[in-house]
Nanobody, 113 residues
Framework: QLQLVESGGGVVQPGGSLRLVCTASGRNFGNYAIGWWRQAPGKEREFVALSWTGGTSNYADAVKGRFVSSRDNDKKTVDLQMNNLKEEDTAKYYC???????WGQGTQVTVSS
């Protein structure tokens, strides 16, 4: 079983950067691929990025080239570095296991001028 907690959200201007961190507690963190999803008001939750156990990552087309996900299995963390943020990136961001069994509580990201 895993417990996941997101941190690092906030308010930033368009073109700015934020770094989200997903911190896990529990056993066998290294055996889980951990992903990021986001949900904007009135919209469905959508996939953002996935960090595989071996360290590679996949990204949604909307964030490819701007967001980078990385993980540290010793620290039990998965980061999401978000660069060149756009207003359409405004959403609540969640980390979760790939099978979506375990979720964090989410952290709000607001991109606004």
């Amino acid at each position: 079983q895993l417990q996941l907690v997101e941190s690092g959200g906030g308010v930033v201007q368009p073109g700015g950067s934020l770094r989200l961190v997903c911190t896990a507690s529990g056993r066998n963190f290294g055996n889980y691929a951990i992903g990021w999803w986001r949900q904007a008001p009135g919209k469905e939750r959508e996939f953002v990025a996935l960090s595989w156990t071996g360290g590679t990552s996949n990204y949604a087309d909307a964030v490819k080239g701007r967001f980078v996900s990385s993980r540290d299995n010793d620290k039990k963390t998965v980061d999401l570095q978000m660069n060149n943020l756009k207003e359409e990136d405004t959403a609540k961001y969640y980390c979760a296991t790939r099978d979506r069994e375990y979720w964090g509580q989410g952290t709000q990201v607001t991109v606004s001028s």
